[in-house]
């Protein structure tokens, strides 16, 4: 069929599915170990597993005749089009990945990347964090970006110290009480 009479979400073509989520201008995209493997682990499981039973669903799907109106074909190749869109995207970011060692960092008295936080706000409430690269936040495992607010205002404080982070809310004022790094 032309791709004339293709709806448009179902092109496979579209640059804007290669499209990055931009990094800040001049950052990189640093990424601890666990981070990376992370990221590799999951590129292996949609190549090596994921894709191939949706290509054979598909292939089933299409053996069965009418195409427009058959749920496991339509919806299969959905499915095809998200994954090789993650494959893509886990691709690239792994290609422009700098890996950084948190484990190896010599001062271990300031917040850098990879460093566990505890802190409290303003509001009295405690709070642990670990930064990490932008690719492999965990909201749920208390893991941050190292580019967000939070992660920005706390870096190269020691414990004590006192810092100034934007919320929506306005100022907050954050006091590190303790940096821990992994051992090496």
């Known amino acids: 069929m032309s791709k004339a009479f293709t709806k448009e979400s179902d092109r496979d073509d579209d640059p804007e599915d290669d499209a ?22 999951e590129l292996r499981n949609l190549l090596r597993v994921e894709r191939p039973k949706v290509v054979e669903t598909v292939s089933w799907a299409a053996g069965n005749g009418d195409r427009s109106e058959n749920g496991d074909y339509i919806y299969g190749k959905r499915r ?15 290609e422009i990945a700098e890996i950084v060692d948190p484990k190896l960092q010599k001062n271990r008295k300031q917040v850098f990347f990879g460093a566990t936080v505890t802190f409290v706000n303003g509001r009295d409430e405690t ?3 670990r930064i990490v690269g932008i690719d492999e936040t965990r909201g749920e495992e208390g893991e941050i970006a190292w580019i967000s607010p939070v992660a920005r205002a ?9 810092v100034d982070v934007r919320t929506p809310n306005g100022t907050d004022q954050l006091e590190v009480l303790a940096i821990a790094y992994p051992d090496a």
Do not use: C, H, S
């Open 20 to 41: 990055l989520p931009p990094l800040p201008p001049g950052t990189r995209n640093y990424i601890t170990p666990a981070g990376w493997q992370r990221l590799q682990d």
């Open 80 to 94: 095809l089009r998200e994954i090789d869109r993650r494959i893509r995207f886990l691709t690239k970011r792994l």
């Open 127 to 129: 709070k642990t964090v």
């Open 154 to 162: 706390l870096l190269r404080a020691g414990v004590g110290d006192m």
